[in-house]
Structures are given as C-alpha cells and as structure tokens.
C-alpha cells in the first residue's frame, strides 16, 4: 500500500474565503491561525486576541467554525475521488490517499503526487503533502512538511528517524517525558527498548510506533461518498460578471467529476443555482441547467459548456453563493484497451465522445431548440419519413454513426436516399421531355414509384395521396440530384452531393 497525504494546517481560515485580508481565526480568545499579512505583522497563533488587535488594529476575526471545516474537508475528500476511491477524512485537518492502485493509471508516483498537491491548491488549500508506505508515517511526515516520497517500507526508520519531536502531534506531556530521555528526534525514541516505551509512556505510544514503521497493520475506516451530490462554494467577493463565476464553477465541476469517478458514474444534467447577495430585496437563485448528449464525468466538457452558457448569461443581481446539484446518475464504467494499443471500440468510443461535445458546445450556444437530430419513421413519403428528435447517443453504442440523427435507412428494397431533402420541391422546367436544372439532366437510376398517404388525404395540412416516380438524376455541374415526375410535371426534391 501507498499512503498519500494531505495535511491542511490553514484550514480553518480558507473555510472563510471571503474574509478580507489582514484576518486570522480565533478560539476560546487566541489565534488559531492567522494569514501570510497579518502574520508579518507578528500576528502568530497562540497569541492572544487582544494582544493581536494591539498589534495589528484593522484585523479581521472570526470564530471558528468547525462543522465550516468539515464541510470543506469532505468537500476536498469528494474531489480527490478522482485519484482513488480509498480515501479518509481524519478530522480536523487531514485527508488520507491510498494511491498504490493509480500509480501506473496516472503515470506514475510523481507525476500523480504534483497532480494531486496542484489540484489541492486549485481547490484553495495549500496543504503539506506525504507520501509513504504507512499512514501514520505519511502523517507524520507531513506534519514535518517532508514532500520527499518515500517508497520503500524498509527507509521508514531512516526517513522518520530525522524528524523532530517537536514538530509531531504528541501531546505536551508526553513531549516533556520524552525530552526528560535526552529524546530530541524521532531516531533517538527508535532507539529505545519498544517494552520501556510501553512502560513508560504507555501502550498506545509503542503500537503507534509500530504501525508507523509497518510492524502493526493500521486500518483506517473509508469515508463513504454520499448519495446525492449538493455542494456550496462561497466566493471570495460579490460578483455581477457572469464569466467571472467561471473559475468556481469549475472548482465544484472537478468536485463533481471526483464523486462520479468514485461511484463509478456520470451525468446527463447537473444544474446549477447562482445565489444572490442579501438586501432589501432578495431575488430569487438564478438557476442555469447543463444538459449532456451523453453521461459523462469529464471535467474539460462540463467546464465547456458551463462557459459558453455564462457567455450569454444576465445576472438580476450580484452573486455571493454557488451551489452544484446533480441527482440523476448513469453507471459510467471506465474504457478497456488491447494489448497492442487502443482497439477499434475504443477508437469509435473516443469519435463518439468528440461528436457529443461539439452537439453540446452547439446547443449552448445557439439553445437547445436550435440543435436536433433526426430520427426516421416507416413512412414511404419521404417529407413524413423522419422527425425531429433530440440529439442523444444509443445506449450501448459509442460511436458517431450511433446517433439517432444516422438512424436507419429505409429499407433495402428501396433505392438511394439523399441527405439534403428540400422543405418543399422545387418545380423544374421540362425541354423535350427532360428536366432542367440549369441545363438538361440525365438521368441515373429510376424509376421507383413512390405512392402512398390514401389514409390522409382529407386531412387538413396533410400530405394526402402522393404518385410520384422518383430518379437519381446527374446536372450539368455534376450535381447528384433526386428528382421526381408527378402528373404536375417534374420537381427536384433533393441533393445527394
């Protein structure tokens, strides 16, 4: 096993984006933590807080909030589901990885630890992070803010024995006994006889010792990723621009994609709700739907669509909340490749994907009621041989020609069927008993007798009964055209190429 870990030591402030800067966080009358401005300012925790306001009078305060705390913690647990499902919540301020099992998946153990650390401070954290065979050792070394990933069980002893006392989490008591043992590093308490540890500073001390050189197996219990996903952001400052919320949304969107990645799921709408400041008159949320060809769990496409639809997005009033809301799942498996490289599925797949983005991007831009696709109808009249329909791919079936806008042919027995099929047909002239069409037109193939539509015929704005012989039909320019002759005479009614 391979433990990641993130230790978060400014949580408690970044629950508070919005908190203007000189700010610190405040317990029981002392600084728990303070930002990089009012620290330069001496502002250091422990400090008392009217000591602090002497120092620094313009500071911002507030209390901490811990239930804040661990709503942005679980919020950073949901996001790190896109690296792995085994993740823990060590309150208050640790979340645990175990990334053995999506090293060679993301290229291996650095390339996955930068993506991981530069995703956390994407998310607003700025975590101190480990790596090493142990939990308890990567916590440990995260504490003492050693980013060295140590691979290897065997270097546990030499890796922790440079740490301070000082810097692990033991309790003061427990620090001055070891310190009364000339104990300053972890190395001088390895040295010690494991059974005059547990004699005198007790039991729990040795078996954490133990566990964290790999001696002891350590269980850690799994944070269980909720059912229904409904998170909140806060903005750091009100904002009436609707591209500005796009840098936020897309921090909930990789939140999003890390709980699907988890559930092994993905979504065909997620909707999001824009909330507004508090005054005299409070508006109503502002809720913008995004709707996908397919489920998906792909953070660069949803991030795709959210900006386009917030290009052409009014807001009523300022924004200070975001809130994400996805309910309706999809199971969503992961892809297999050959042996030799990526398989002709996984190639229509990838085609697939890429022809559902471009229907997305379009209907974001031009609406949903602009963008469709056609599906066909056993119908022998070719104007009632298709309809409208929205543009979704068959489940099952990844690849381009799976959209229902492809749907079948009709059947063989009938003959070629042309893609371009004019609203209405266009009457030609007829010289000699040939059509024209910017000259005489020969013709291919045909006829093929087309009449159908008795059933109809008092209808009104029906098609009614129809007798047509159609051809395919070659023009002077080299257009491939279907034509058809009725007793009305000939019409084109459609364009091959």
């Known amino acids: 096993m391979l433990w990641l870990v993130l230790y978060l030591p400014r949580l408690p402030l970044e629950a508070f984006p919005s908190l203007p800067s ?40 507030r209390q901490r909030d811990v239930e804040r705390e661990q709503a942005a913690l679980a919020r950073l647990a949901c996001w790190a589901g896109a690296f792995t499902s085994e993740v823990c919540c060590l309150p208050p301020q640790t979340l645990l990885l175990e990334v053995a099992g999506s090293l060679r998946l993301f290229g291996g153990v650095a390339v996955l630890f930068e993506r991981i650390v530069a995703g956390c401070a994407e998310q607003g954290f700025a975590a101190q992070a480990a790596l090493a065979p142990t939990p308890l050792a990567a916590q440990w070394l995260a504490l003492a803010g050693d980013d060295r990933p140590c691979l290897d069980a065997a270097q546990l002893p030499l890796r922790l024995g440079r740490l301070s006392l000082s810097m692990l989490a033991f309790s003061p008591q427990r620090q001055a006994r070891l310190g009364s043992f000339g104990a300053r590093l972890l190395a001088d308490v390895l040295r010690l006889p494991r059974a005059g540890l547990a004699r005198r500073l007790g039991a729990d001390f040795a078996a954490d010792l133990a566990r964290a050189l790999g001696d002891l197996p350590d269980p850690r219990p799994r944070y269980v990723f909720p059912e229904r996903f409904v998170e909140r952001l806060e903005l750091p400052m009100r904002t009436e621009n609707a591209m500005a919320l796009g840098f936020a949304g897309r ?109 997305e991007r379009l209907q974001a831009r031009l609406g949903n009621d602009s963008v469709h696709a056609l599906s066909a109808v056993a119908e022998h009249r070719p104007e009632n041989a298709s309809r ?63 009449e159908s539509g008795w059933w109809d015929a008092g209808e009104p704005d029906a098609l009614g009964d129809l007798r047509r012989d159609y051809f395919v039909a070659i023009s002077a320019r080299a257009e491939w055209l279907w034509v058809f002759r009725c007793q009305a005479g000939w019409f084109l009614h459609g364009v091959f190429a």
């Open 22 to 61: 000189p700010s610190a966080i405040v317990g029981r009358e002392r600084v728990v933590v303070a930002d990089r401005a009012a620290a330069s300012a001496g502002v250091m925790p422990g400090l008392r807080l009217a000591e602090a306001w002497a120092l620094l009078p313009g500071l911002a305060v």
């Open 251 to 359: 921090r909930l969107i990789a939140i999003l994609c890390g709980w699907l990645a988890a559930r092994s799921a993905g979504v065909n709408e997620c909707l999001f709700e824009f909330i507004h400041e508090r005054g005299t008159r409070q508006r109503p949320a502002t809720v913008l739907a995004l709707g996908f060809t397919t489920a998906t769990r792909d953070a660069e496409r949803i991030s795709r669509v959210l900006v386009e639809r917030l290009q052409r997005l009014e807001l009523p009033a300022a924004v200070e909340l975001l809130s994400l809301r996805a309910e309706a799942l999809e199971m969503l498996p992961g892809r297999t490749a050959s042996l030799f490289g990526e398989c002709a599925e996984g190639a229509a797949g990838a085609a697939g994907d890429s022809v559902a983005a471009l229907i």
């Open 388 to 450: 409208r329909i929205s543009p979704r791919l068959l489940t099952g079936k990844r690849s381009a020609a799976s959209l229902l806008a492809a749907a079948a042919m009709p059947d063989a027995g009938c003959g070629p069927r042309p893609l371009w099929l004019l609203a209405r047909p266009q009457a030609l002239r007829e010289v000699a008993g040939r059509p024209q069409c910017a000259g005489p037109l020969r013709l291919l193939t045909g006829p093929e007798r087309i």
